[in-house]
């Protein structure tokens, strides 16, 4: 290469640099954290405990546990884990919990919001060692305006569409395990800078 063609090659590159070098990452802020408001919901599941692993659970009544499958391949349970039949059960509730409520919210403010469980906020003076969470991501450009397919809700709306709790039934061969689960609703705002 010869130095005119060298420098042209240097002098164009200029205006590009530090264009390819950094990307704009988005910024997630919790734009808070509420409970619910909506008036307690209600679920229910039947868990059907067939002879042996293949349903990918077994429930011991003589000893209050449960062994389930965590993983599977091929539609086979390769990994199982063991609980008490109580944690067990916790478990299941919150996550049916989780489910309902993902369709109340859904249908009363038509908007796509994520669901899921995990600890409390601070916020939560209860004992519930797990609860539920309706979130509602926004995402706002670099001039702070909605993008994607915006859905401006508030705080407080979506925390009135959201049920306060879920009174949770599940059964699993004749022996029933009832719980109420705490439900909160949040706002992430992902901001590009």
Do not use: H
Not at 28 to 35: D, N
Not at 86 to 95: G, K, P
Not at 102 to 121: A, M
Request: with cysteine; glycine share 8%; proline share 5%.
């Amino acid at each position: 290469m010869n130095r005119r063609c060298f420098l042209a090659a240097v002098v164009a590159s200029v205006p590009l640099a530090g264009c390819l070098g950094s990307r704009s990452t988005p910024e997630l802020v919790e734009g808070g954290t509420t409970r619910g408001s909506a008036a307690v919901a209600a679920a229910e599941r039947t868990v059907t405990d067939a002879p042996g692993y293949e349903d990918g659970i077994e429930y011991f009544p003589d000893n209050d546990t449960v062994r389930y499958a965590t993983s599977t391949s091929g539609g086979e349970p390769t990994d199982y884990e063991t609980r008490s039949v109580a944690e067990w059960s916790d478990i299941q509730s919150t996550e049916l919990a989780a489910e309902r409520v993902g369709k109340s919210v859904t249908s009363e403010l038509d908007i796509d919001s994520q669901t899921g469980f995990g600890t409390p906020p601070d916020s939560y003076d209860g004992d519930a060692r797990a609860v539920a969470f309706v979130t509602l991501t926004q995402t706002l450009d670099r001039d702070g305006r909605l993008v994607g397919d915006p859905v401006e809700v508030s705080l407080e709306t979506l925390a009135e569409a959201t049920p306060r709790a879920v009174d949770t039934t599940i059964r699993l061969d004749g022996a029933t395990f009832t719980r109420t689960v705490p439900v909160f609703a949040r706002i992430l705002t992902r901001r590009y800078s």
